[in-house]
Each structure stands twice: as C-alpha cells, then as structure tokens.
C-alpha cells in the first residue's frame, strides 16, 4: 500500500507542477481519473508457441483462452526473458493508448508497483501458476519454475495442475487465502 500511495502523491505532484493557477482545477481532476483507473491488482500470462502473453484485464484473459487470440494487442518481437514475443492484450478502452499507459506493461516491465493484495497467474506447460506477489510472478517468468509451492495435481478449472508459488516466510503453510483466491477468479 506504501508503494501505491507513493505513485499517486508523485502523480499529484506531477500533476500539480505542470499547471498554472489558472489550470489547477483541471490538474486535480486528472489525479482523481489516474487514482480511479490504476490497475495494478491483478496480472495474468499465458506462455504458449514461443509467446507471452500478458493481460492486465480479467475479461479480456479469459477471451484469449477461450479463442486463443486478443481482438486488441500490442507486440514486442524477441523483448521476453528468454527471447520470446511480447504480446500485451489490451481492452478497446486501450487501444487508444500508447503502451507505456497500460497497467499491464507497466506491471510486466516493474515501473508500476503491484498493489498489496496482488493476484497474478501464468500458464505455463499445462500448469497454472498463481501468484500473490509481483516478484514470486517475475521470478517464475525468468526460471520457468517456482522453488517453493504448494501443488494441487488435477483442481484447475479443466483438470490442470495448479502450482500456488510460495515464499520462505510462508512455505509451511498451506495457502489457504490464495486456493480461495484463485477458485473465487476461475469459478470452481
């Protein structure tokens, strides 16, 4: 929670210093729209034909797995950790971005910090992997593995094996919260 009000006192700041006293209205309108709109509780890869891809949308997530295509999408040829394409799913509210405006590329790339109650979930070789930091989902991106897990063989929403990523201040308990989490995301 520190991280994300930190981000939004700089967006003021930022907000605030580029307008004149005549424009102070406006710049205060437009630090409530970036506080609205941030995006950074939830992040969702699929990792598939040599592609990641990433969504910071539920909706749109689901889209993908259902057609395996994004109707919108920006992509960034050889950029992923291991040489793969980059493909950002965006939502048509998106479309009208420049990339560096989407939460999920900010999210991927580290410059937007994730809020605390962070969900995320990748899949990858048949396992769905799920998250509840940012820095547990970097490191399974970059290894292909998670080191501490707790492993629910065949509970994913079509039979997957479902990997909830642990951490050593956590790993002797089972992730109670994040099973729910993910069950409560995915329908089960």
Known sequence: MKTTTTILAASLALALTACTNNDTKTAQSNVSEVIENINNDDLYEVHAEGRLYVFDDKATYNEFLSVGETSFRQTFIGSGPHGQTVVFGMTSKDKKKHFSQIAGYNLYHGTLPAAADFYGEARLENRIYVFDSIDD????????????????????PKGETVVYVLR??????KPVALIEEFKKRNNI
């Open 168 to 173: 050593s201040d956590n790993k002797k308990v």
């Open 137 to 156: 989902m970097k490191a399974v991106r970059e290894v292909g593995e998670a080191s501490l897990r707790y492993t629910d063989i065949g509970s994913g």
